[in-house]
């Protein structure tokens, strides 16, 4: 055991008391002669945050000293949690005046100053800033005559950043830029930093993904020892690797993927056995074959995390020649593949299970569309185009509904919110806003994912390995408690909940609601009380998809956890997965999935606000047109509406001038003093576009004359 984990070791006993740095070296037997040494440990210990120095310099593990450490995030209305790095701990609510220099995203430490009483959080303040996340940061730059400032684009950061005489580089007034922090905020000091780089006037071209792009800290280019090691890969598969796998290339398989995609990861083969069971094969592309841990590629693709699929472009996680080349299962050509056999009965049952290292040979390359449309609309000209398919379609179709039915029997949750995909042409301006349907093929791809995910975690829980796993934790019972009072202003309440809360429990409750008026906004504030899925090498199981066992095995191409848990699944099954190496995991999967799952979350938010600013453009030539909408969501400062093609924006109630409107939060309407006028969740409105703020991603509407006319009546 090495002497940082003997330390904390130590520390963690119930009966250990803070002590002097001279303390510890007698406990430990440090001499004279290393006692530089054991400084360096216990100094690079309290940079890490796994222990802490007091005033009295004494030391201690931060728990013992009502201490958190984590990351912290920050609203816009200026408050922030701090999100602790220990699962057993609560979050600490920080308030917006005890951030003492931390900014959104930096690894601290804080005190808890208030502890938790019933549904109420821990309150603290930041005491001590470990990391600095916010090294570089896009905004709008001032100029002044002497100095200037850059207003961050990221409303979570609360402080402009000063931009001293001579530190502007090629600025001008109004331009969007990069600016990297030379000085962190001190007390009342704001930030100082400089210009790196100029992106460009906020109506340019390209400038405004672009600036989500930065602002995210997406790398839009690999570095060149990246793409150099990834021309050097062979594209030839060795007799040898085909000889010593399980050689499918005369099997059946295909991909079915959306018409532009080009990273084709996943396919699947499909047999009526004899006995009436199914034999479903899934064959994931074998990343881990061509990208070796420790390799260039394999470091990038870590940081990367993730790949990231904004409105315009993909940023991918592995050099094209891997993602849509080597790797992509593409159709004719042999290619190397981790498959899972699953023999499955008609309860949905996995009855029989094998996993291998493959070579496979697609035979045909389909769209979610094309089948879609022989399932749901017989399409006869699709039919002839694909003969011999239709039975197997029709088969998948089989198979995914018995698949679906035992999942939802189990108490699996599962939202299907519309949205929106949003057309541009060439030059990037948005012409178009359609829903996107999850249509029956796209249905069937995603049970037989789920299928496989779960086989395999529940394969490698059993074998008591190091294993990394998709995990979705109980929600916190203060936060189902307030959504229960919400729920009962529509007549809904949550039964058997004060114990433990059951996933079938609320997926009645989204049974329920289904085609109600107020779907939308139940659906949206239960996914709101439930926690973030993240990775994790200690599986809790799956709260929402109600699993015991969930991994992400299927998308090594584009989720750095599958390519390592593919890794960890071919050292298995080549007999390498020996202590040593077991060890080297346990040290390492913590560190993996908290990368993956922070890469996740900046992807996410970037994808959502690319889409948000390009439907915020597309309605900005709108501005004086009526539309019709639903009412989704109601707060003491207005309603928001919803338009068909799922732009969301405010009608504020300081715009409704015809008399003074209040919001009655127990009853979950907003009625006008006078006129007695009643706006619900699920009313129909008719709205004018009133402002657009392209950047912010914002619309506002007032009401418009067709809607009061009908509320008047």
Not at 448 to 465: I, R
Not at 543 to 570: C, Q, V
Not at 612 to 634: C, P, R, T, W
Request: charged share 35%; aromatic share 8%; glycine share 8%.
């Amino acid at each position: 055991m090495k002497i940082k984990e003997k330390v904390v070791e130590y520390m963690e006993r119930s009966a250990y008391r803070p002590m002097l740095k001279k303390e510890l070296m007698k406990v430990f037997q440090i001499n004279k002669s290393q006692k530089g040494d054991f400084s360096e440990v216990l100094k690079e210990m309290e940079k890490e945050g796994q222990i802490i120095k007091t005033k009295s310099n004494r030391y201690a593990i931060p728990e013992k000293l009502d201490l958190v450490v984590g990351r912290l995030e920050v609203f816009q209305k200026g408050f922030g949690f701090l999100v602790s790095e220990n699962p057993d701990a609560e979050d600490l609510f920080v308030p917006p005046g005890a951030m003492n220099g931390a900014m959104n995203g930096d690894r601290v430490i804080g005190r808890i100053e208030v502890q938790s009483t019933g549904s109420d959080r821990n309150e603290g303040e930041i005491i001590r800033i470990l990391k600095r996340h916010n090294k570089e940061i896009v905004g709008t730059y001032e100029s002044s005559k002497n100095f200037g400032f850059v207003t961050p684009d990221d409303k979570r950061i609360h402080q402009d950043i000063f931009i001293p005489k001579g530190k502007s580089g090629e600025a001008n007034e109004g331009q969007k830029v990069v600016c990297k922090v030379e000085k962190w905020p001190e007390g009342r000091r704001s930030p100082e930093g400089k210009i790196i780089e100029v992106l460009g006037y906020q109506q340019d071209k390209g400038v405004d993904i672009l600036s989500i792009i930065k602002k995210h800290q997406l790398p839009m280019e690999f570095p060149k020892k990246v793409l150099k090691e990834a021309e050097g890969i062979s594209e030839e598969i060795s007799k040898g690797e085909i000889e010593r796998r399980k050689d499918l290339r005369d099997l059946n398989v295909v991909t079915i993927d959306g018409w532009d995609a080009k990273d084709l990861d996943d396919g699947i083969s499909l047999e009526k056995l004899e006995n009436g069971n199914y034999c479903l094969g899934v064959h994931i592309a074998d990343v881990s074959h061509y990208v070796t841990t420790g390799s260039k590629i394999d470091e990038e693709a870590f940081e990367r995390g993730t790949s990231v699929y904004l409105i315009d472009r993909v940023i991918p996680m592995l050099p094209e020649k891997l993602s849509n080349n080597l790797c992509s299962l593409n159709p004719n050509t042999d290619k190397l593949a981790m498959t899972v056999f699953m023999e499955i009965n008609s309860n949905g049952e996995v009855v029989d299970h094998e996993i291998s290292e493959s070579v496979i040979n697609s035979k045909q390359r389909l769209v979610y569309g094309d089948v879609s449309d022989i399932l749901e609309n017989d399409d006869e000209e699709l039919k002839k185009k694909y003969h011999e398919y239709v039975d197997f379609f029709k088969n998948m179709e089989s198979l995914s509904k018995i698949l679906r039915k035992k999942r939802m029997d189990r108490g699996a949750i599962d939202f299907d919110f519309p949205e929106g995909k949003v057309i541009m042409d060439e030059e990037g301006t948005p012409t178009d806003i359609i829903e996107e349907e999850r249509r029956i093929a796209n249905k069937i791809i995603e049970e037989f994912m789920l299928a496989c995910n779960e086989t395999v975690a529940e394969n490698y829980h059993w074998m008591e390995v190091p294993f990394l796993y998709r995990v979705h934790g109980e929600p916190d019972s203060a936060d189902i408690e307030e959504f229960n009072k919400f729920i009962h202003n529509f007549g809904y309440q949550l039964k058997g909940i004060q114990n433990e809360v059951r996933p079938k429990v609320l997926q009645q409750l989204s049974e329920k609601v289904k085609g109600k008026p107020e779907e939308r906004v139940i659906n949206t504030l239960l996914l709101r009380s439930l926690q973030k899925a993240q990775y994790s090498p200690d599986n809790i199981g799956h709260f929402g998809l109600a699993a015991e066992f969930y991994s992400h095995f299927t998308s090594p191409i584009r989720r750095y956890p599958d390519l390592m848990i593919h890794r960890i699944i071919k050292a298995q099954l080549n007999g390498k997965l020996t202590k040593g190496y077991a060890g080297q995991l346990d040290k390492s999967l913590p560190k993996i999935a908290d990368q993956s799952s922070k890469r996740e979350r900046e992807a996410e938010s970037a994808e959502r606000e690319t889409t948000d600013l390009k439907k915020a453009e597309y309605m900005a030539n709108k501005i004086g047109k009526e539309f019709e909408g639903v009412i989704v969501s109601l707060t003491s400062f207005g309603i928001f509406v919803e338009l068909q093609n799922t732009v969301e924006g405010l009608v504020r109630l300081s715009s409704m001038t015809d008399d003074y409107y209040h919001f009655e939060r127990s009853q979950q309407q907003i009625v006008g003093e006078r006129t007695k006028r009643t706006f619900k969740i699920g009313d129909k409105l008719n709205v004018v576009v009133d402002r657009v703020d392209v950047m912010e991603g914002e619309v506002t509407f007032v009401l418009g004359e067709t809607g009061e006319e009908e509320n008047d009546e």
